[in-house]
């Protein structure tokens, strides 16, 4: 894994406190892909330094660190965060069919019966459902819409998502939008 720029790097986890006397620390996995995770995975932490991974139990959230083996050793890890690449992601984690990564949804632009409703900002989950914040296409600011929204991002709200050319179509966003 070579040092990637960092705009690249995509915070996954976070370790926690440390358990037991060997080094075991606890793991909160940030992201939708567990499977990332695994005995020899290595990722960039926050301390500016890689670490891999040697024992990885997700049924318990616990993992150990190459080369740490006391508690002592253990503590310094309090809090670090983990990070990845997207290039690291793509080839790690496993997409279902009509399934996308955050990072490949930012940026793309929305559009409901060839109007232009906006730019995908980010992506907000609420309870259980993902939705794209959005900012509001400049001319419909202009006629008296909000600068932001959010649109859900489930059937029947999304019909189509062509990544490539960075492109969603929806139904029923600029019914949100008028109503925001």
């Known amino acids: 894994m070579s040092k990637p720029f960092k705009e690249q790097l995509l915070h996954?986890?976070?370790?926690?406190?440390?358990?037991?006397?060997?080094?075991?620390?606890?793991?909160?996995?940030?992201?939708d892909f567990p499977e990332q995770f695994f005995?020899?995975?290595?990722?960039?932490?926050?301390?500016?330094?890689?670490?891999?991974?040697?024992?990885?139990?997700?049924?318990?959230?616990?993992?150990?660190?190459?080369?740490?083996?006391?508690?002592e050793?253990?503590?310094?890890f309090t809090n670090v965060k983990l990070f990845t690449t997207r290039d690291e992601t793509r080839k790690n984690c496993h997409l279902e069919e009509g399934e996308f990564f955050w990072f490949d949804i930012d940026d793309c632009e929305v559009y409901e019966n060839d109007i232009h409703l906006g730019t995908?900002?980010?992506?907000?989950?609420?309870?259980i459902t993902d939705y794209l914040a959005m900012i509001?296409?400049?001319?419909?600011?202009?006629?008296?819409?909000?600068?932001?929204?959010?649109?859900?991002?489930?059937?029947?709200?999304?019909?189509s998502v062509n990544i490539k050319k960075?492109?969603?179509?929806?139904?029923?966003g600029m019914d949100i939008l008028e109503a925001s």
């Open 12 to 31: 996954i986890a976070t370790i926690g406190k440390t358990v037991g006397i060997h080094g075991d620390m606890k793991f909160h996995d940030k992201s």
């Open 73 to 76: 050793d253990a503590k310094r």
């Open 39 to 71: 005995n020899g995975s290595t990722f960039f932490t926050n301390l500016k330094k890689e670490i891999t991974l040697v024992d990885v139990d997700l049924n318990r959230g616990l993992i150990r660190i190459e080369g740490i083996n006391s508690i």
């Open 166 to 172: 960075k492109i969603i179509i929806v139904e029923g």
């Open 136 to 159: 509001t296409d400049e001319k419909l600011v202009q006629a008296g819409h909000p600068k932001k929204f959010l649109i859900p991002f489930i059937k029947p709200f999304r019909v």
């Open 120 to 127: 995908v900002h980010e992506i907000e989950r609420i309870a």
